[in-house]
C-alpha cells in the first residue's frame, strides 16, 4: 500500500488539515477495515473500484465513492475488493462551513448531491493517485472558500488546540478558550454541526486509541483509561464499543490499519507500506 500525505495551501490552512493518497491492488479479497471517529470531515475523491460502507449495527451498506464524509460518532466498516485509487482532503471541523458543504455529521454524501459538483472528480481523476492531483484539489478548494470571519476562526482554532490538554468537561474548555460555555456551544452548532461535549468525547476516544495502538505506556486499558482522562476502565471500555464495535483487545489485534495510518506522526508528506 502507498499512503502519502501533504499539507495544504496557506490559503487553505484554516480548512484543511491536510492531503492524503492511497494507492494499493487488493486483487479479489474483500477486504474491510474499522474507520473509527477522528472528528473531522473528509472530502474524498474515488479513481479505482469503488468500495462499501457498512454499519456495524444495523448491517446495511452503502456504496463508498467519491463524496464527502461528515464528523462520525460512531463506527463504520470500509470495505474494498480490486484497485483502490483515492485523493482526500481532511477538512478542519468547520472546513464544510467555509466551503459551503453540509455538515453531514454520521453521514457519507456522494459528490453529486454537494455543491461542490463532478468538475471536481474530473478535474483529479486527470492526474491520477498523485502529488499533481492534490494540488488540483486544493486549487479547486481554494476557489471555493468563503473565509469565516477571523475572530470565530480563532476562537475555534484555540479550542481545538486545547483538547490536547484533555480539559475535564465543556465549562472547563470554554473557559480556557476565554468565551461562555454557551458561547461554545453556539459556535460549534453553527460551524461545525456538533456539541463541545460530542467533540471532547470524539478527542478522548482519539487519545485512546492512539495509547492502544502504540501500547507506549504499558499497564494495560485501566492505566491508559486515568491516563487520557475517562472516570474508569469500564467507562474507557463503554466508549472504545461505541466508537469500534469491538473491545480494545479485538482492535489492537485485527481491523486497525486505517487506524494506524491516521494516528501516524506529524510528517505531512510520509509514505506507508504496510
Known amino acids: 500500500m502507498r499512503y502519502e ?17 492511497i494507492e494499493a491492488d487488493l486483487g479479489g479479497r474483500r477486504h474491510e477495515e474499522i474507520l473509527v471517529p477522528n472528528g473531522r470531515p473528509t472530502l474524498l475523491l474515488s479513481l479505482g473500484d469503488e468500495g462499501w460502507r457498512k454499519d456495524p449495527d444495523a448491517g446495511s451498506e452503502a456504496p463508498n465513492c467519491s463524496g464527502l464524509t461528515g464528523i462520525a460518532t460512531g463506527p463504520v466498516l470500509i470495505g474494498q ?3 483502490v485509487h483515492l485523493v482526500a482532503a ?11 458543504l453540509p455538515f453531514a455529521v454520521d453521514r457519507h454524501m456522494a459528490l453529486d448531491t454537494l455543491p461542490i459538483g463532478a468538475s471536481l472528480l474530473a ?10 492531483a492534490v494540488e488540483r484539489l486544493d486549487t479547486m478548494l481554494l476557489a ?20 490536547g490538554e484533555k480539559p475535564a468537561d465543556a465549562r472547563t474548555w470554554a473557559d480556557r478558550t476565554g468565551v461562555s460555555e454557551d458561547r461554545l456551544y453556539r459556535l460549534f452548532k453553527a460551524y461545525i454541526g456538533i456539541s463541545p461535549k460530542t467533540a471532547l468525547m470524539i478527542a478522548r476516544y482519539q487519545a485512546l486509541v492512539g495509547s492502544v495502538l ?24 463503554r466508549d472504545f464499543r461505541r466508537f469500534t464495535g469491538v473491545s480494545p483487545r479485538q482492535f489492537r489485534q485485527t481491523l486497525n490499519g486505517i487506524a494506524r495510518m ?5 510528517d505531512l508528506s510520509k509514505k506507508a507500506d504496510r
Open 5 to 21: 500525505r501533504f499539507p495544504p495551501s496557506p490559503g487553505l490552512a484554516d480548512y484543511v488539515e491536510h492531503f492524503w493518497l
Open 81 to 83: 475488493t480490486g484497485q
Open 262 to 266: 491516521m494516528h501516524d506522526g506529524p
Open 214 to 237: 502504540g501500547e507506549e505506556r504499558g499497564g494495560g486499558l485501566a492505566q491508559l483509561a486515568l491516563l487520557e482522562g475517562y472516570y474508569d476502565q469500564a467507562h474507557a471500555n
Open 144 to 163: 471555493r472558500i468563503d473565509p469565516i470571519a477571523a475572530g470565530i476562526v480563532d476562537i475555534l482554532s484555540k479550542a481545538y488546540a486545547l483538547l
Open 123 to 132: 478535474g483529479v481523476r486527470a492526474e491520477g493517485v498523485s502529488r499533481a
Open 90 to 100: 481532511q477538512l478542519s471541523p468547520f472546513g464544510p462551513a467555509a466551503l459551503g
